[in-house]
């Protein structure tokens, strides 16, 4: 098992991985519900793991780096995650 990427939420990892998956690449989420376990809400401290088994770990990078799905996700994740400071300046 590799891990293919880190995410800040749950929406994006799991998006991903039916994207991965819809390619015929099995992939896991880990840590997707550790901010409900700890009661965490700092995204900066939660790490959601997006991974692959070793066999189809490059294939698994080749399709999230050309993805246009994988880049909406990050583009949406910024714009939260810079909306979220502004809230909190």
Known sequence: MKIV??????????L???LLESSGIH???YND?????????????LSIRLG???AD???????LNTS?????ANLN???ANSELEEDNS
């Not at 246009?68 to 909406?72: G, K, L, V």
């Open 5 to 14: 990427k880190d995410y800040d939420n749950a929406f994006s990892a799991n």
């Open 16 to 18: 991903a991985k039916g």
């Open 27 to 29: 992939a896991y989420v």
């Open 33 to 45: 519900n550790i901010g409900y376990i700890t009661g965490l809400s700092n995204k900066s401290l």
């Open 52 to 54: 692959v088994d070793d």
């Open 57 to 63: 770990y490059e294939n698994a990078l080749e399709i």
């Open 68 to 72: 246009s799905i994988e880049n909406e």
């Open 77 to 79: 994740s910024e714009a």
